[in-house]
């Protein structure tokens, strides 16, 4: 969703009759959410199934992306790299599927 100064409002994912809406940390939340502080741990971690990790990598990467772990295979499978976010969070994005065969 569009917002203001060509910022996102906020985004939708959505799976079937499912959504997960994503957005800015905003002063009307009060003291209920806070962006991290930059170089502190977040407390929780955010991981986005990809069908291809290292082209989703690659157009992160072009864009400025901060990549805070590069991308790798892992040994228990899937391919993912991990990136901060504009407000402190951080996210993983990788091919590992917990529910394939």
Known sequence: ?????????HAELTLGNGMIMLGDVKPEYGRLVAAPVKGNPVTRGIYVMVEDAD????????????IVLDIK?????????????????????????????
Do not use: C, I, N
């Not at 969703?1 to 409002?9: C, K």
């Open 1 to 9: 969703m569009p917002g203001e100064g060509g910022r996102v409002a």
């Open 73 to 101: 295979t892992q040994d228990y499978g899937g391919r993912d790299y991990t990136a901060r976010d504009l407000e402190g969070h951080v996210w993983t994005f990788g091919t590992y599927d917990p529910w394939a065969s």
């Open 55 to 66: 082209a989703q990598y690659t157009r992160a990467k072009a864009t400025g992306a901060e």
